[in-house]
């Protein structure tokens, strides 16, 4: 599943994920932001990562916010533009 979001103002952010058994999987977070330190990419796709599938975008803005170290800077995204975008692979119609 595939699903974009362009931040107002922002960047880019693409979500790829697959669902199985009503839960996210093989989240893999990408786009033309930049994060410092690097590393924070990982803990974004771990943070969604085994998340119920039917969870609401502020379900999944929450989980990065709350799994993201203090010292983590965001540039040209936000939680909320995330969850946006897997929201919008979650709707994404496989046929």
């Known amino acids: ?23 996210l999987r093989d ?4 786009g033309d932001f930049f ?15 085994g998340m119920p599938a039917d969870g609401g975008e502020a379900d999944f803005a929450r989980a990065i916010r709350d799994r993201l170290d203090h010292g983590v800077h965001m540039y040209g995204i936000t939680p909320e533009g995330v969850a946006v975008a897997v929201h919008r692979a979650l709707q994404e119609d496989p046929a």
Do not use: C, F, W
Not at 1 to 23: F, N, S
Not at 35 to 49: F, V, Y
């Open 1 to 23: 599943m595939h699903g974009e979001y362009k931040i107002p103002g922002g960047k880019l952010v693409v979500v790829d994920l697959d669902q199985v058994d009503g839960r």
């Open 27 to 30: 989240v893999r977070v990408s």
């Open 35 to 49: 994060l410092e330190p690097d590393t924070a990419l990982g803990e974004i796709n771990a943070a969604l990562e």
